[in-house]
């Protein structure tokens, strides 16, 4: 009898060992998890980053959450502090940012095209009629300011002698723009398609690809903003950061071809009318490229912005250590 108790007490006793083992190795497992925090504003290259959260996709390696700027001031912000280590961000403001010698990377550009120059004036043609005129532009510093800005000095105009520039966040041009208060804006989807479903005086004259298109063929594109992830962290976590570029691939692509599910998603995420982005995202110019396949189109954007003025993306033309390489 003495025997048997013996040999159930260690039964019982390796049994209690091994699950705490197990216990245990399911907590490394946990702890072993990277936390990505994503700067995002309300803009096309967030959309894929709701879709993985809601899938889940990356659930066996790593804690997906974002956290929204609305400005490029209070994007830098969140790039030298430590809340987020990813970024959603325009292509003038990670040149910059790099070429100040902060550690950060491009892994990939997302939205091409989706600056549009609108207008309530029925008699406006060209952007020498601006003379005289205010025009209103979002996001400070970024692209679509910087080729505004390009385009109508272009045509003999100074900004600030012959065109007055007004910056505001894309919600509050949107708001002027549908109330009447304003009759020039540059704008970005999905704004352009809210703006003109609730005031039909509202009309696109430039497409700035089309424009883009004029300076350098049919066969290139207008790079506006990707995504870009702090140097030291892409270097500690080379696996996750390719899964990471693979999983937002695949959102992407998704969020193209469910147009009426990603538009729910951005309602109930960002709480942005569904029924305007579904009809806003053909033209939100949505397409992943990794870094290095975008290279060829990023030297045609910033050698036309330098050659423009320098100050635009940090005073010169950034290295080939801004682009993130999943090869190294």
Known sequence: MK????????????????????????????????????????AP????????????ALDDVATLSYQEWVSPEQLIA??????????ALPLTVVSKLYNK????????????????FTTTDENFTTWSDLKGKTVYVPLKSSPPDYL????????????????????????????LMIAGKIEYATMIEPMVTQVAMKNEKVRVVFSFEDLWMDIYGE???????????????????PELIARFESEYEKALNWVLENP?????????EFNMNAKVIEKALPKMGLMYMNAQDSKPYLENFYNLLFSYNPVSIGGKIADSGMLYDKEI
Do not use: H
């Open 3 to 42: 025997k048997l108790l013996v040999f159930v007490t260690l039964v019982l006793l390796s049994t209690s060992i091994f699950a705490q083992g197990s216990i245990e190795n399911t907590k490394e497992q946990v702890d072993e998890k990277v936390n990505i925090v994503v700067g995002v504003p309300k």
């Open 45 to 56: 290259p967030a959309l894929p980053i709701l879709r993985i959260i809601e899938t889940g």
């Open 101 to 116: 010698g902060i550690n950060i990377q491009l892994t990939n550009v997302n939205t091409w095209g989706v600056i549009y």
């Open 260 to 268: 009426k599910e990603a538009a729910l998603l951005t309602e109930k």
């Open 219 to 237: 066969e290139t594109r207008l790079p506006n903003a990707g995504l870009g992830g702090r140097t030291d962290f892409i270097e500690s976590n």
């Open 78 to 87: 969140m790039i030298q502090g430590s809340d987020a280590n990813m970024f």
């Open 148 to 175: 505004t800005q390009y385009f109508i000095e272009n045509t003999g105009l100074k900004i600030g002698e012959d065109v007055k520039v007004v910056y505001s966040t894309s919600s509050e041009i949107a708001n």
